[in-house]
């Protein structure tokens, strides 16, 4: 019961990064704020995760509005006293395209979404942070935010700047005994790929997860789980010295 009485906010909670670390948090005793966009997969999964005990809640929110991080960051106060933990992580993948082709909109979202929704979440639950006595923000980059990722120029831009704010924050919010990570996933067997999958082979999409398979040194996809136990160790009184680092997860894909 690692988490035990700790107080956990997940954005993008009901997608599969986020079930998996929900339930890793929950199972390890702590208190979780469930936050997406749906009001109904929210509850369907909170009640999937827990029947009653008082320790899950759900705040419907769109990350990349201030007022509506605010208020996840007020209902968590509200139910818990306390934010220990933020795990940063609600993102959307953009689509397909060449750069001359990409579309204006969709570029405008992604970097909405991705960059100011993590930088609204960790500006937010910052002083909840410091007047707690300190806590740990673990934000969502890629291994798209540390290579080119052709076809994907909005995503891959905005997992980068995931990790330059994951190091500006570090050396800001250390004072208030606050770490700030990043986890770079590979290729995680989620909705997320589903779509690279379909938008980048249509007619066949299974193609695209062989050869990404066959490309990646441990041969597969990562699951959700194992991406959540990296996160909840970086939560953990385990990494109390680790700050500002940005953590590849991704079966040796970005060395192949
Ligand atoms: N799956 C992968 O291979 C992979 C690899 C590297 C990084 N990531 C990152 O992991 C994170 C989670 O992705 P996933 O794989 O679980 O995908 P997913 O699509 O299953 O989950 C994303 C979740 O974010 C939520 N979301 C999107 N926009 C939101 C907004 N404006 N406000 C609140 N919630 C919002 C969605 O509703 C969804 O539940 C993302 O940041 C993604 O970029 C995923």
């Known amino acids: 019961m690692r988490f035990a009485g700790r107080s956990v906010i ?30 109904n997969e929210l509850n369907t999964f909170s009640q999937s995760l827990d029947s009653g005990s008082g320790n899950v809640i759900t705040i419907e929110a769109d990350v990349s509005k201030d007022a509506d991080v605010k208020n996840y960051i007020d209902k968590t106060m509200e139910a818990f006293g306390h934010v220990d933990t933020l795990f940063n992580n609600a993102g ?9 082709e990409y579309d204006e909109d969709i570029f405008d979202r992604v970097m909405q979404v991705n960059i100011k929704g993590v930088w609204l979440g960790m500006r937010n639950c910052a002083d909840a942070m410091r007047k707690s006595g300190g806590g740990a923000i673990i934000n969502t980059a890629s291994a798209a935010g540390l290579m080119a990722t052709p076809s994907l120029i909005a995503y891959g831009a905005s997992k980068h700047a ?3 704010m994951t ?9 208030a005994g606050i770490r700030v990570n990043a986890v770079c996933p590979g290729v995680i067997n989620t909705r997320m790929m589903r779509s690279i999958e379909e938008q980048t082979i249509p007619d066949n ?3 695209y997860v062989k050869a990404v398979s066959e490309k990646t040194p441990l041969g597969r996809y990562g699951e959700a789980a194992e991406v959540a136990s990296l996160v909840a160790f970086l939560a953990s009184d385990e990494a109390t010295y680790i700050t500002g680092s940005s953590y590849v997860i991704d079966g040796g894909l970005l060395n192949a």
């Open 167 to 175: 190091k500006s924050a570090s050396i800001e919010l250390a004072p």
């Open 162 to 164: 995931v990790i330059g």
């Open 10 to 39: 997940i954005t993008g909670a009901t997608g599969g990064l986020g079930r998996a670390t929900s339930t890793r948090f929950h199972n390890e005793g702590a208190n979780v704020a469930l936050v997406d966009l749906s009001k």
């Open 92 to 100: 959307i993948e953009g689509n397909i395209s060449s750069l001359e």
């Open 205 to 207: 999409p299974e193609e």
